[in-house]
């Protein structure tokens, strides 16, 4: 491939880095504390806008709403803050697992309170993204059974299709609804949208504005993710990603971390699919969904946009056209060796000459760790739990 149309798609991989990733979460078992974390929407969009100054591929940031927009938020101070950190709000997510209503589940609960409470939560999410002019509706529900018998499969699954057309209906011109699947967890028996085949029909019957979002720790073992890609993307129902990796289960490890091959046959089958079947995949939302408890929150999210750079320039690289001839000729190997070969390719070098032409650092790591960001943030951030009277994160260390 050419370096400057390589240099072009570069241009146009933009990255969603989530809110929730800049702030101190853990697992169900606890959370580790950090100082530098953030708390408020101003420190998070301040650690995304310094993610996008040193990565320059990540001005989007994802918004959680209950914990980005509480009652007093004003959406044009978050607009205005995004623009002040240079980076523009993409995704609205709802929360519809948190609140106690939700212990029978949303949309699909027996309880008419809590669809009412998950209705209202959603056309309070779809004034916001109106507001702060988010073209992105992002659900995903944490909705399901933890026992044999304990609610009807098919009567949920005709709540969801019900709630899921009306939001459709709802969505302001131009916005996307993106539907989310997830094999298990929190629910441990069904998962009322489990794979992308009930995320894809769901979709299909809320509307046309409605596509499939693919989180890429969300697959049981073995399953093969670039071939619901490749089958999403023919369908034209293909919204987006959640970048993060897993070895078990839904373990939101950095991008890339576990298994980059199969990070880059995804981003080889979004080229295919462009480049052999002439679709149009400008509109896919690449969307982080990582909050590393252990690495820090800024050097981690930085570290998987570089990983997300890297394999999809590698993934750039396939030469698709000798991959086709090998294709027709039967010749395997031939064929495996096309996307080997670009796999392998170091292109640091290419990575590096378009951060330059971009005015950023070559090494974007080095240069934040150089800044001196981290330390900074972490006095002042301690210095204003404090003063909220909530216990320092160094207390923990
Ligand atoms: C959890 C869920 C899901 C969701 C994310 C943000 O598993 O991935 O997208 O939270 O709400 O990771
Ligand atoms: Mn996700
Ligand atoms: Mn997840």
């Known amino acids: 491939m050419e370096r400057e149309a390589l240099f072009t798609l570069l241009d146009e991989f ?27 929407i101003e420190e998070k969009l301040a650690d995304a806008g310094i993610v996008n100054r040193y990565t320059g591929c990540c001005p989007l940031v994802a918004t959680h709403v209950l914990w980005d927009f509480k009652a007093d938020t004003n959406p044009d101070e ?25 212990k029978f589940g949303s949309a699909c609960s027996p309880n008419p309170e809590a669809r009412r409470e998950a209705d209202a939560h959603v056309e309070d999410c779809i004034e916001i993204a109106r507001a702060v002019n988010s073209q ?73 504005n409605a596509k499939v979002l693919v989180d890429t720790g969300h697959h049981l073992q073995g399953c093969n993710i670039e071939q619901i890609v490749a ?39 979004i080229r295919n699919a462009a480049e052999l079947h002439g ?13 590393h408890n252990l690495k820090p929150k800024i050097e981690a999210m930085i570290q998987t946009a570089l990983t997300a750079q890297e394999l999809y320039a590698k ?35 290419l990575l590096r000459e378009w951060r330059e032409r971009h005015g950023l650092d070559a090494d974007p790591m080095q240069a934040y760790r150089a800044s001196g960001y981290e330390a900074r943030v972490a006095q002042e951030r301690e210095a204003a ?9 160094s207390s923990y260390a």
């Open 385 to 393: 739990r404090q003063e909220r009277g909530e216990v320092a994160a």
């Open 78 to 102: 978050v607009v205005r803050l995004a623009e002040e950190h240079s980076v523009r709000i993409g995704s609205i997510n709802p929360n519809l697992f948190q609140d106690q209503a939700y």
């Open 14 to 40: 933009q990255i969603e880095t989530p809110s929730w990733g800049y702030a101190d979460t853990g697992t169900r078992f606890g959370k580790f504390f950090q100082a530098a974390a953030a708390s408020t």
């Open 231 to 269: 089958w999403l993307l023919d369908e034209d129902m293909l919204g987006g990603f959640h970048f993060n990796d897993r070895k078990y289960a839904d373990d939101d490890l950095t991008m890339g971390s576990i298994d980059p091959y199969a990070v880059f046959r995804i981003f080889h089958e």
């Open 136 to 208: 992105v509706l992002s659900f995903w529900f944490a909705d399901g059974t933890n026992y044999p018998g304990q609610d009807d499969i098919v009567t949920r699954k005709r709540r969801m299709e019900e709630a899921l057309k009306k939001w459709h209906d709802a969505l302001p011109p131009g916005m996307t609804m993106l539907v989310e699947y997830k094999p298990f967890e929190p629910a441990f028996y069904e998962t009322d949208i489990a794979d992308w085949g009930m995320a894809y029909l769901y979709a299909k019957k809320a509307g046309p």
């Open 279 to 291: 679709r149009d995949v400008s509109q896919i939302a690449y969307m982080v969904d990582q909050s």
């Open 315 to 349: 993934a750039c690289l396939v030469d698709r056209k000798k991959l086709q001839d090998a294709q027709t000729r039967m010749d395997i190997v031939d064929a495996e060796e096309c996307l080997r070969e670009a796999f392998y390719t170091d292109v640091k070098p």
